[in-house]
């Protein structure tokens, strides 16, 4: 394979990295230059977020009920860093950061990028094997914790009191001189569905490009007000507080999806931008719909971290009077496509690549694919990691040419040239010697009205390898005919395609930011069971 040699000069693909020229008035060709890159690269996290809150120390964040302003949690910041330097931690040295997200957690991780540390982001909701298995892989020796993680943690590392440090009084310590944007400011973990979390280095210059990259596509401002529910621990949570840092703009971060306290926020505080996922809607959607006004007033609702069903965008599209902007990104690469701000969005897409993100679709020969054709999906920029920690073997698989192999499969779309997102590659299911993608089967079952979600994966079975098996959770009330749904199915697919049983469930299993574990669709209790 060897996609370095594409030159990019395919219809489809010039329209895809044309689109935000468009929509930001820029000349194509610039999109492409090296200034553009070193622009999204330049300086480091910490002297950027010092920078800017000397620029706007007014603006306010807001978490778990508490607020401060830039100025103030600056100040926070560089008595953390004190505090942290005073026992030991220095430069690129790595300190697991576990705790519930709250204003605290702000500032110790600020603090800890502050004084060139590498932060590594658990959950805390691991379990010891969990968060044993991070220590390991990212070689940590400290660990900034809660009183629930000391717990769990103790006597397998060194452990610092969050509190303590994130409150440290005294004298501040300013941003080291000696950190580089090329050194790691974070050590982020894969999400796991599909096996053991892998950790992923990233510098600050990788995340500086990824965040600026999207704050240049949406039009961030100094005048916004960002909400949203996610955790901070995952990329997702954590790049709407990096954009509000950047940007001096304002923000409050609910520790919980609390569907109707989120909305009584977004009025409250006059949101104009709101980061959700596909279950996030699912919730606001079940509210009666006149409680939902206050979000008509944002500018800008995005989707990310799993596939948002076109269904539900529609719904979403019809009740809140637009359309969510769906994204796509990877642990490894930050932020990477997304539907235009201006439009048009579509459903079903990811749309088109982010400033200075440079994306390809290849066949398992390397070449480009025609539009409309599924293959790989294969990017490089300055937002993209360079290799997995002490992990030779699964770096050298991941990257071609310098290209970094997503594992994903997509195709363009014809009409648009937006990515449509197909499957994962190791999720493809192989059935009598026929391959099948999960994605295009559950989207078929998301089709149908009685139907919430749908997710599909492939069994053992004697005589095909494995059969096409669907797990779907029925809408509230709702009278799941599976005889029409195998119908539909059939009207829908090829026959090897359809799903050869259908198990009805109340739940899919899902990790934090709602992404479907497919190792664990098997273990379901099912409420009925259908063979097709």
Not at 117 to 143: F, G, K, M, Q, W
Not at 329 to 354: A, F, K, M, Q
Request: with cysteine; aromatic share 4%; proline share 7%.
């Amino acid at each position: 394979m060897t996609p370095a040699q594409h030159t990019g000069t395919d219809p489809v693909d010039e329209r895809s990295r044309s689109g935000w020229a468009r929509h930001l008035g820029v000349d194509v060709a610039h999109l492409a230059t090296a200034r553009l890159r070193d622009q999204l690269t330049a300086g480091t996290l910490p002297a950027a977020f010092s920078a800017s809150a000397a620029n706007r120390p007014e603006a306010t964040l807001r978490i778990a009920g508490e607020s401060i302003t830039h100025g103030e949690l600056a100040e926070r910041v560089a008595r953390s860093a004190a505090a942290f330097a005073a026992i030991g931690v220095r430069a690129r040295g790595r300190v697991l950061l576990c705790a519930h997200p709250a204003l605290d957690w702000v500032v110790a991780y600020l603090g800890l990028l502050h004084c060139g540390a590498v932060v590594v982001l658990a959950n805390p909701a691991y379990t010891a094997r969990e968060l044993d298995h991070l220590l390991s892989a990212s070689s940590a020796r400290t660990a900034v914790v809660n009183a629930a993680a000391q717990r769990t943690l103790a006597g397998r590392v060194a452990l610092v009191e969050l509190t303590s440090v994130a409150r440290a009084a005294g004298s501040s310590a300013p941003c080291p001189a000696t950190i580089d944007p090329d050194d790691p400011a974070l050590i982020a973990f894969t999400s796991g569905t599909s096996g053991a979390p892998k950790a992923v280095p990233l510098s600050h210059a990788m995340l500086l490009s990824s965040i600026r990259g999207v704050m240049q596509a949406w039009r961030w401002q100094r005048t916004d007000v960002l909400v949203h529910t996610l955790p901070l621990f995952h990329q997702h949570g954590l790049g709407g507080l990096h954009a509000t840092l950047l940007a001096g703009s304002h923000a409050v971060l609910l520790p919980r999806l609390d569907p109707a306290e989120l909305v009584r926020t977004i009025a409250a505080e006059r949101a104009t931008v709101l980061f959700g996922v596909p279950a996030l809607y699912e919730r606001l959607l079940a509210l009666e719909p006149d409680l939902l006004a206050p979000l008509r007033g944002l500018r800008l609702l995005t989707s990310g971290s799993a596939p948002l069903a076109p269904r539900l965008a529609r719904r979403v599209g019809a009740v809140l009077g637009q359309l969510p902007l769906e994204r796509y990104g990877l642990t490894e690469t930050g932020l990477d496509l997304s539907n235009p701000y201006d439009g048009p969005r579509v459903p079903g897409t990811v749309g088109i690549p982010l400033p200075g993100v440079e994306v390809r679709v290849i066949t398992p020969a390397g070449d480009p694919c025609p539009a409309g054709t599924d293959g790989e999906i294969v990017m490089r920029g300055p937002q993209v990691f360079r290799g997995y920690l002490d992990d030779e073997p699964a770096t050298t698989a991941s990257f071609s040419d310098g290209w970094f192999r997503t594992g994903d499969l997509g195709r363009w779309d014809r009409e648009s040239g937006h990515l449509v997102i197909s499957g994962r590659l190791k999720e493809i299911i192989i059935t009598g010697g026929l391959n099948v993608a999960p994605r295009e089967v559950e989207l078929v079952l998301e089709e149908i009205p009685a139907v919430r979600e749908a997710a599909v994966a492939g069994l053992p079975d004697e005589r095909w390898g494995e059969q096409v098996t669907a797990w779907v959770v029925p809408q509230p009330g709702g009278d799941l005919d599976l005889e029409a749904l195998h119908a539909h199915c059939r009207s829908r697919l090829a026959a090897f395609k359809c799903p050869k049983q259908v198990r009805v469930v109340s739940s899919l299993p899902r990790n934090a930011l709602g992404k479907v574990v497919r190792g664990e669709l098997g273990a379901l209790q099912t409420a009925r069971e259908d063979r097709g």
